[in-house]
């Protein structure tokens, strides 16, 4: 488990949402597509974004 500073933590979050949103441009709208991560990728509402 990683320990971080709150302003760490959320500027992670920032990070790999925006890595999604970079996904989700060059994916076609009528693919159905898995995400499938570990469990150390939590954040409160991030499982929401993607």
């Given at each position: 488990m990683q320990v971080g500073k709150s302003e760490e933590l959320r500027e992670w979050t920032r990070k790999v949402i925006e890595i999604?949103?970079?996904?989700?441009?060059?994916?076609?709208?009528?693919w159905f597509v898995i995400v499938t991560t570990e469990?150390?990728?939590?954040?409160?509402?991030?499982?929401?974004?993607?």
């Open positions: 999604f949103s970079y996904v989700s441009q060059s994916i076609p709208g009528d469990r150390g990728l939590y954040a409160d509402g991030l499982d929401n974004k993607i």
